[in-house]
């Protein structure tokens, strides 16, 4: 179990060892866990690093655990504060992207064209689609209408059956939505790419890694969107997009969804962004769950985990393997 917590096979052995017999030396903790003496003072170097064993004050000379509640509580603290890191880099990716996007979308360019509508959007993506000769990349957060669905279904069908590749990126509740999944499962049986996670970046359609299309409103993608060329603006976007494709799961995975198995991929990310610190309205907006959804959601697995406060669920789930 403390594999999830970056614990080594051998270091947890020998960590149990050491709780469960606290009067042992090295010798005789090697012993019980069937290593060498050397192995299990590497392993003490690695739990020391972790900082789970300390120098015994009753036994110089040799270390002692340091107590789980405490030991774990402060891995999975530190763990938290990484990953609050991370969240932090790519949230601030996130807006340096929509800072350059905004940018170019203030003035019409040679790189930059404005977009108005959902009709001139259809016939752009139209366009691009039909000339497409390598690649066709989109990311999808919440809902499409099933009339936004259908305007693409031709040209994206046909771009398929031409050998470009398509790889699309849905959030993960939009497996829920019947059109979603139907046109989704389409794609997937004419060679295409498709994948979903709890959290993805903005809208956005990419064509041959050259041309991209974003809304230019984030809030409201049928007021019109930004055709963009510019280089620089382009390779940001698909990194953008490559960061969360890297830690998506692809239509089709299995699931745990036996609710004493584990928890979903969507319940991770969600005790993950709780983790950081953000509100049940902020962590709904990331992934597109209204407050009162997020709270029963949070309900949910406490009651699995018998925890009660969010913090011990996260220390729990941490302990099972969940995280």
Known sequence: M??????SNDAADVYQAMLDHPDHGVDQIADVCGLTPTHVHDCLDELGQLMLVRASSEHPGQMRAVDPDIGLADIVARQEAELAARQAQLAASRAAVTRMVADRAQHR????ERLLGMDAIHNRLERLCRTAHTEIIGVQPGIQRPDDLNAGRDHD???LGRGVTLRAL???HARRHTHIAAYAHTLLSHGGEVRTAPTIPQRMVIV????ALVPTDPADNRKGALHVTEPGIVTALLELFEQAWN????LGTTRPDDPQAGLTDHERELLRLLGTGLTDEAAGQRLGLTDRTIRRQVASIMERLSASSRFEAGIKAAQRGWL
């Open 208 to 211: 041959d890694r050259a041309h």
């Open 2 to 7: 403390l594999q999830a917590l970056g614990v």
């Open 247 to 250: 830690t998506a799961v692809p």
């Open 157 to 159: 069908l046909a771009a």
């Open 109 to 112: 360019s040679a790189h930059g």
């Open 170 to 172: 849905y959030q993960e």
